[in-house]
């Protein structure tokens, strides 16, 4: 098992649907993240949970609700996107949220275009 | 506000040698990262750099002055698989990460 696994790796979904992006990690980690990556942009941090609990919220919209049932999996629910939203999305964990190094690793992403 | 620069992209020749720098804006400084990203694969560490000086790692060394808020990526005997983005991010006083843009580093034979 690779250590940070997405599905889907592409979506294509219209505003009204809904949808959602699966994480899982197989790594033992304690934090876990989502973050948007569009073209020519710095990464963009979502989510945050550490434990389960969720410590970071940064001002994302609401029509993006994650949910973290445990420590390994990690999910991002979609409801009435809009195109501005396509862009791709990055899980990553590390052992814990801060500290000596603590690099993250990602997944390979769920490229998400919104029609 | 914080501010990662990094030049948006860079063409170098195969077996040269080639220089990613990124200079940094942010509040308190508690390490930097460099991450490589193939088109369409997940990032993944490279190095990290928390005190002056250069880190060596192989073909790649990355070098960290806090005084002037640079950073540079070395990479020596190009390959064509070198070809990719290179982002830098910093971890400010509140742990957070703060990421540049990336860097496209083209490689030619």
């Known amino acids: 098992e690779t250590g940070v696994t997405q599905t889907p790796r592409h979506l294509v979904m219209g505003m009204t649907n809904k949808k959602s992006l699966k994480c899982e990690q197989h790594?033992?980690?304690?934090?876990m993240y989502w973050y948007k990556q569009s073209a020519k942009k710095p990464l963009e941090l979502m989510f945050v949970y550490s434990l389960e609990e969720r410590v970071e919220n940064n001002s994302v919209p609401s029509r993006f609700s994650p949910e973290c049932p445990n420590s390994s999996h990690l999910f991002l629910h979609l409801h009435t996107l809009q195109p501005e939203d396509s862009a791709l999305y990055l899980c990553?964990?590390?052992?814990?949220?801060?500290?000596?190094?603590?690099?993250?690793?990602f997944g390979e992403g769920s490229r998400l275009t919104v029609l | 506000g914080q501010n990662i620069d990094q030049p948006t992209e860079m063409t170098a020749t195969e077996g040269a040698i080639v220089q990613i720098n990124c200079t940094y804006q942010t509040s308190g400084f508690n390490g930097l990262f460099w991450y490589q990203q193939h088109a369409g694969e997940a990032p993944t560490f490279l190095s990290y750099n928390v005190l002056d000086g250069l880190e060596e790692k192989g073909r790649f060394s990355s070098f960290l002055s806090r005084s002037k808020g640079y950073s540079y990526l070395l990479l020596k005997e190009l390959q064509m698989k070198d070809s990719a983005s290179y982002l830098c991010?910093?971890?400010?006083?509140?742990?957070?990460?703060?990421w540049g843009a990336g860097t496209k580093l083209i490689i030619k034979p």
């Open positions: 991010a910093v971890r400010d006083s509140n742990y957070q990460l703060i």
């Open positions: 790594l033992g980690h304690n934090a």
């Open positions: 990553a964990s590390s052992q814990d949220l801060a500290g000596e190094g603590g690099e993250l690793f």
